[in-house]
Structures are given as structure tokens and as C-alpha cells.
């Protein structure tokens, strides 16, 4: 049964991104939308989703070298270090800091994500 058929908005959806999400294999599209952003005057670079395209957020802190690069972990990025946690594979927080490392040592600046009220707590501790 096609997507269409089962979940009507949800296919609208996919299809409506289409028109602002660039292809998971679109590197150079990529670097070249960031480029065509810097030039119209853009005042931050934001990448998400951040694990999925760290090399992208190196590319930008390349290409943007003066400029705020956010990356954003979406909820799927959340959500899939919960379900780790919660099969028993990891430890949540371990992970979390090493995720949100890597999303810093590719280049981000700035990270929103979901683990803001844990990491706060984290920190404290």
C-alpha cells in the first residue's frame, strides 16, 4: 500500500520538504546553499539534523569561518539514544555528552537540542 494511502498528511509532508530539505546525498548542494546564505547576508548557519550531517557542520565552519554555526539534534536524534538507554545497549548520558561532542567537534558553536534540562542537571552534578 503505497504512503500515500495509509497517511495522507504525513505523504504531504514528505513531499512539501522536499521543496526546503536538501538531499541527504547533496554535499556540494550544500556547501553552495551555504555560500548563496552567506552572500544574502544570513547571520547564523543552522544544519540540522546534526548527527546525520556532521560533515556538513565541518563544511560550514570551512566555508562560514567567522560566522555562528547552530546545529540542531532533532527529537529522532533524542529518541533513538532513548531507546538505546532503554534496551539496556547504553549508558543515556555517556552518550548524550559524546553525541553532542562530536556535533562540537565537527564545528558547531551552538547546539539546541532536547538534552538541555538533563545536561543542565548533568553539570550540576
Not at 19 to 32: D, E, K, S, T
Not at 100 to 109: D, E, H, Y
Request: charged letters at 20%; a negative charge; aromatic letters at 8%.
Amino acid at each position: 500500500m503505497a504512503l500515500s494511502a495509509m497517511r495522507p498528511d504525513l505523504a504531504q509532508f514528505l513531499e512539501t520538504a522536499k521543496c526546503y530539505q536538501l538531499p541527504i546525498n547533496g554535499r556540494g548542494l550544500a556547501r553552495r546553499a551555504i555560500k548563496r546564505d552567506i552572500v544574502e547576508g544570513a547571520d547564523i548557519i543552522m544544519i540540522k539534523p546534526a548527527s546525520a550531517f556532521l560533515d556538513i557542520i565541518s563544511d560550514t565552519r570551512e566555508v562560514a569561518k567567522d560566522m555562528p554555526i547552530a546545529a540542531y539534534q532533532v527529537s529522532g536524534e533524542f529518541a533513538m539514544i532513548h531507546a538505546g538507554a532503554a534496551a539496556g545497549v547504553f549508558d543515556p548520558k555517556a552518550v548524550a555528552f559524546e553525541s553532542l561532542q562530536g556535533i562540537l567537534r565537527a564545528g558547531a558553536s551552538i547546539i539546541l537540542t532536547y538534552w538541555t534540562p538533563s545536561m543542565l542537571d548533568w553539570l550540576d552534578d
